[in-house]
């Protein structure tokens, strides 16, 4: 039993003091601005086609859906707050992570885990560089910046779908959707469908990392690891978003 | 008594339980080299790595420069590393940074290294001249043979020019030709800098050459000395355990079955 559960429990073990280490150099010199400006590109910049589209379309099905269901209330009127709060509060969050978990943590494994194998990360540090603050630290705060901003894009183009749809196919007219949409939602609202990228960015950059600083082998292991990390990322994405719903359901 | 460069104190390194070395002792003193040889799997990049505080021991401490770093820190490591420099197996270039950036780069990130940022480019540009590749500053690793990348990784080791080098298997893959131009620009180094060298190898002809060789300016290439040059030890690995050591001669004459064996093969 013991040995059953020694390697799940090594390794996060050895997540936390990853962890741990990355949030103890935030504030330690150097800080490599450029390395945080780039990954702020690769990772920001780099993921708005996906998340936009994925963000549109959410908001077209969920209004073909709701649309269907309130028809039977008679309260079509309502597509746009129902649209916007499940946009805000859970879709826009959660979609937009797994879409960067699936782009981000395999892209920053897969990186990280080709220098280790290549020896790029002994020689890093055996040239005087920590590779936690030169290659985890910039990651994290560039994942950290952009996750909550693109997950505000998606919403907003998830709402637009849904206004599309209201327009096209509902006949409703633009102030009704958008004033319905913008009175539902509420101050906590916000907080929590910012919050939630805000965590999950640690997650997508963290276990991105983690998976790629441990690969060993050759590019197997290269596979391997971004596999592992885009489980790994979108598993926790599942379980931290259920935690903190708990907790603002429960506020 | 020369200044001690590197010592072992019966070092142990294991991975999951296996040991990769096992209770290896040994010492280098300045201006010395060790030729480290053995079959593949043997430790013998374990040791180099160990020897930087890249790998930390099970049992057993390591002193570089005089210093116990066994249990020390990352970050109180950076500074004794600045001493040294290393070239790995594959040459471990950074492969989206130019060579000049490949190779300025322990002068601009090696806080030791108090290198002006005027004065980067002529030392890089000196750098990769030694290792006769002036022309290829803008290019990237990729753009590269192997044995380039090694002679980069060769100039970007020896930039700071560090009490310390150490060179991972710089001829393995290598066609002889380029395998012995890299010997020669190792020895070149080691004479004109009188730089501690330790070299792994699985060629013996590659620790001959840096035993029975010098590096002569007027000609610009290796003249064979007479015997052997002083302070030239080998030493033998095999399932990382340390089976022999000693000069070329004592290796040649050894009578060791396993060591024998490995030398008429190689």
Redesign the interface.
């Known amino acids: 039993m013991l040995d059953f559960l020694k390697p799940p429990v090594l390794t996060i073990q050895e997540f936390v003091f990853l962890a741990g280490r990355a949030f103890r150099g935030m504030s330690r010199r150097p800080h490599y601005p450029k390395d945080i400006v780039l990954q702020m590109d690769i990772i920001g910049v780099g993921s708005l086609p996906i998340v936009l589209l994925t963000g549109f379309f959410s908001g077209i099905v969920m209004a073909l859906q709701m649309s269907k269901a309130l028809q039977t209330y008679g309260a079509v009127n309502q597509t746009g707050p129902i649209v916007a709060i499940t946009l805000v509060r859970e879709l826009g969050p959660v979609l937009t992570a797994l879409v960067c978990a699936g782009r981000n943590s395999a892209g920053i494994a897969s990186e990280l885990g080709s220098m280790k194998v290549t020896e790029q990360i002994d020689a890093m540090r055996a040239l005087g560089t920590d590779p936690i603050q030169k290659l985890v630290k910039p990651r994290v705060i560039a994942t950290a910046v952009m996750l909550p901003c693109l997950t505000a894009i998606s919403d907003f183009v998830g709402m637009l779908g849904g206004y599309i749809i209201a327009a096209a196919l509902l006949h409703q007219t633009t102030a009704e959707y958008w004033n319905a949409s913008y009175r539902i939602l509420e101050y906590s609202d916000i907080v929590q469908g910012l919050l939630k990228p805000f965590v999950f960015a640690f997650v997508i950059s963290l276990v991105g990392c983690f998976y790629g600083l441990r690969t060993r082998g050759g590019t197997q292991g290269v596979g391997l690891a971004t596999t592992q990390a885009v489980v790994a990322a979108s598993v926790w994405i599942f379980v931290l978003n259920t935690l903190v719903t708990k907790i603002f359901v429960s506020i | 008594m020369p200044e001690s460069i590197l010592r072992f104190e019966n070092v142990t390194v294991a991975f999951d339980g296996t040991p990769a070395i096992e209770e290896l002792s040994f010492e280098i003193l300045k201006g010395e080299a060790r030729i480290i040889m053995g079959a593949a799997a043997s430790g013998k990049t374990v040791i180099l ?1 160990t020897a ?1 505080g ?1 790998l930390r021991p099970d049992s057993g401490r390591v002193f570089l420069f005089g210093e116990d770093i066994t249990d020390r820190k ?2 109180q490591l ?1 500074d004794i ?2 001493r ?1 420099g ?1 070239l ?3 040459g ?4 989206s940074l130019t060579i000049e950036e490949n190779v300025a ?2 002068l601009v ?5 108090k290198c002006p940022p005027q004065e980067v480019r002529p030392r890089v540009e000196r750098a990769l001249t030694f290792v006769e590749l002036e022309h290829t500053l803008d290019k990237v690793p990729s753009e590269l043979s192997g044995g380039m990348r090694r002679r980069v990784g060769i100039a ?1 080791a020896n930039i700071t020019q560090p009490d310390l080098v150490l060179y991972d298997s710089p001829t393995a893959g290598l066609d002889p030709i380029t395998a012995n131009n890299i010997m020669t620009l190792i020895v070149k180094e080691r004479d004109m800098r009188h730089a501690t060298t330790i070299i792994v190898t699985q060629r013996l002809q590659d620790g001959q050459i840096l035993a029975q060789y010098s590096y002569n300016p007027a000609t610009d290439s290796l003249d064979r000395v007479p015997g052997e040059i002083e302070g030239i030890g080998f030493l033998v690995m095999k399932e990382g355990r340390l089976v022999f050591e000693g000069s070329a001669k004592q290796l040649r004459e050894t009578r060791d079955p396993y060591i024998s064996k490995f030398v008429l093969r190689h």
């Open positions: 790595k930087l890249l990352e970050r950076f590393r600045a040294a290393i790995f197996q594959e471990a270039l950074f492969d780069y322990p990130n090696q806080k030791m290294v970007r």
